[in-house]
């Protein structure tokens, strides 16, 4: 019970926290990033054109940063890096799509917001490819 009361915590529990963390949104943000490829003909004239840069280049932008960066936060490989651009699309999914609904239609972004921000503070620990690799 002293245990679950205390604010202590080793490097163990630390890195495995961060490995939890890691894959349960990366694992979450999979299949919004597959359903953008598999119908991004369908979606690539229609997806909101954020920036001023085209609705095919703004889905392309997109579908990079919700499928292929959220593997590479999984698997922990580059993880400060990849979380970038997954932080910058889920800002513009909040405040942009969702007019910054942090309570309403916007939460699921917020709070992949929360997390994403959190893993490029304390990055990725070293239960990943980059903590493997002394990082």
Known sequence: ??????????DWAFNIAMLVLRAGLGLM??????????????KKNTFMNFLGMGSTVSLSLSLF?????????????????????????????????????????????????TGFLVILLVGPGKASADGMMGK
């Open 29 to 42: 943000m999979l299949p919004h990033g597959y359903d953008k490829l598999v119908h991004f003909a369908a």
């Open 65 to 113: 940063a919700e499928f292929f960066c959220a593997i590479f936060v999984i698997i922990g490989l580059f993880t400060r890096f990849t979380v970038i651009p997954l932080i910058i699309g889920m800002s513009v999914a909040l405040f942009k799509a969702h007019d910054a609904a942090i309570f309403g239609a916007g939460e699921k972004a917020a709070l992949y917001l």
């Open 1 to 10: 019970m002293k245990k679950l009361l205390s604010t202590g915590y080793t």
